[in-house]
């Protein structure tokens, strides 16, 4: 059974770092895209960050671009995200998904695969 598992949240202060991990297991998740998503109370589930199966491609929202960065280690299977200069607006439970490499990355209904989350707050 395909199994996605964050880790790396807490809490920082405003300018801080944080680095997330996302383990996959389960199954190959080659030809996969894998992202990351967050969702703060009250607000919808919104994408953050992904990069493709080959690692060659990455793609951010416009609120993290210059901040974050996605990564990801095929060999264990495993993606991270490097967020920098946090702000206390990057607040929220991280996700992370998975999804067949069609484009669609940025889409909540696009992915097959999410893990449970991981609690990242920015204090000011």
């Known amino acids: 059974q395909a199994q996605l598992v964050e880790s790396g949240g807490g809490l920082v202060q405003a300018g801080g770092s944080l680095r997330l991990s996302c383990a996959a297991s389960g199954r190959t998740f080659s030809g996969y895209y894998m992202a990351w998503f967050r969702q703060a109370p009250g607000k919808e589930r919104q994408f953050v960050a992904a990069?493709?199966?080959?690692?060659?491609?990455?793609y951010y929202a416009d609120s993290v671009k210059g901040r974050f960065t996605i990564s990801r280690d095929n060999a264990k299977n495993t993606v991270y995200l490097q967020m920098n200069s946090l702000e206390p607006e990057d607040t929220a439970v991280y996700y992370c998904?998975?999804?067949?490499?069609?484009?669609?990355?940025?889409?909540?209904?696009?992915?097959?695969?999410w893990g449970q989350g991981t609690q990242v707050t920015v204090s000011s």
């Open positions: 998904a998975a999804g067949p490499d069609s484009g669609n990355y940025y889409r909540v209904n696009a992915a097959d695969y």
């Open positions: 990069i493709r199966w080959s690692g060659t491609s990455t």
